[in-house]
């Protein structure tokens, strides 16, 4: 039934996205309305949290918002590149459906901020392998990953999407690769001349050198419940996974390579928990775009679409639990 409605490019599309969206509001919040302050939010999202830690309800508008904007961006973007079907609002019901998940996942923090402006440079580099020359792009990529990084330091794990995405698109030309740390480089010095203005450039310079010095901080506590939850949907998400893999091959060699890029979005993102420490709930935001786009395909792509409403259903009741139980 939802997946027809999807299919049809229904405007019932919109209501969906409503209920889901009211939910978010309605569901039990059994956490803080906004994440609190880490060691790696390079002071940026120290400032935001600071204006905002006094109105709960005014924080949580915020991220309701920026999840908003991520999933209209993410929802054009793969209809752009024929990821998606035309008018299906599916990405963006699944988005919002992962930010359901869990209540530290709805709540302004500094990985939610983050990963909008890396979604900004998957966009980028989705755009780069119909150009001849995609200087914009590869600028734009770095520029934007280093930004989410100065919010969260953790993001800056990112920088090695653009280079390898080089690598899979096959750009050999070193302009691409220049002007990658040409963006990268001037993203720093932004905020590299803003921390000197306002005196704590040698605080952040000491905070970046205690990250490296210790980088590993993985830290995870599920309670039962949620370990089961999400062995659910990660047996979902390995399952669809394989199918991208196996059907990658029949695709045309521009959608090959840009769910090649998605997949090692998803590796990234599954990596960066390594730094994610005691802010893992928070730090799932990273896994959001490259889990809808994966579980698009799956349910899009499938023959047997009463196996593929099947799963959406489960999905939706994993979630429904994990904010009840």
């Given amino acids: 039934m939802l997946l027809k409605i999807f299919r049809s490019q229904s405007p019932i599309q919109f209501l969906l996205i409503l209920i889901i969206g009211l939910l978010l509001w309605t569901l039990p919040d059994?956490?803080?309305?906004?994440?609190?302050?880490?060691?790696?939010?390079?002071g940026i999202y120290r400032y935001i949290s600071g204006l905002f830690v006094a109105s709960s309800s005014f924080s949580r508008t915020i991220a309701f918002i920026i999840i908003i904007f991520q999933a209209a961006l993410l929802n054009y973007l793969l209809i752009k590149n024929n990821l998606a079907a035309k008018n299906s609002l599916?990405?963006?019901?699944?988005?919002?459906?992962?930010?359901?998940?869990?209540?530290?996942?709805?709540?302004l923090s500094a990985p939610l901020i983050s990963s909008?402006?890396?979604?900004?440079?998957?966009?980028?580099?989705?755009?780069?392998?119909?150009?001849?020359?995609?200087f914009?792009?590869?600028?734009?990529?770095s520029f934007f990953i280093t930004i989410a990084s100065f919010f969260y330091f953790p993001a800056f794990i990112f920088i090695l999407l653009p280079w390898v995405s080089f690598l899979i698109y096959r750009i050999v030309s070193w302009r691409e690769w220049v002007i990658s740390f040409i963006g990268m480089t001037s993203a720093i010095l932004i905020f590299a001349f803003f921390y000197f203005w306002n005196n704590k450039l040698l605080n952040v310079w000491?905070?970046?050198?205690?990250?490296?010095?210790?980088?590993?901080?993985?830290?995870?506590?599920?309670?039962?419940?949620?370990?089961?939850?999400?062995?659910?949907?990660?047996?979902i998400l390995l399952s669809a996974?394989?199918?991208?893999?196996?059907?990658?091959?029949?695709?045309?060699?521009?959608?090959r390579r840009k769910y090649l890029v998605s997949l090692l979005l998803f590796i990234i993102s599954?990596?960066?928990?390594?730094?994610?420490?005691?802010?893992y709930r928070f730090h799932l935001?990273?896994?959001?775009?490259?889990?809808?786009?994966?579980?698009?395909?799956?349910?899009?792509?499938?023959?047997?679409?009463?196996?593929?409403?099947l799963i959406l259903w489960i999905l939706i009741f994993a979630v429904i639990a994990s904010r009840t139980i």
């Fill in 30 to 42: 059994r956490g803080a309305s906004i994440q609190p302050p880490a060691n790696f939010d390079s």
């Fill in 90 to 107: 599916l990405p963006s019901f699944l988005l919002i459906l992962f930010y359901c998940s869990t209540p530290s996942v709805f709540q």
């Fill in 116 to 134: 909008f402006f890396i979604l900004l440079a998957v966009a980028e580099l989705a755009s780069m392998y119909e150009l001849k020359y995609a």
């Fill in 136 to 141: 914009t792009e590869s600028f734009n990529a």
């Fill in 206 to 235: 000491t905070s970046i050198i205690q990250f490296f010095e210790n980088p590993l901080r993985f830290h995870i506590q599920l309670s039962t419940p949620e370990i089961i939850i999400w062995s659910i949907v990660g047996l």
């Fill in 241 to 255: 996974i394989f199918n991208l893999m196996n059907h990658v091959n029949e695709k045309i060699i521009a959608i």
């Fill in 270 to 279: 599954i990596l960066s928990f390594t730094y994610a420490d005691s802010n």
């Fill in 285 to 309: 935001a990273f896994l959001a775009s490259p889990v809808v786009i994966i579980l698009n395909n799956t349910l899009m792509s499938r023959k047997k679409q009463g196996r593929a409403e």
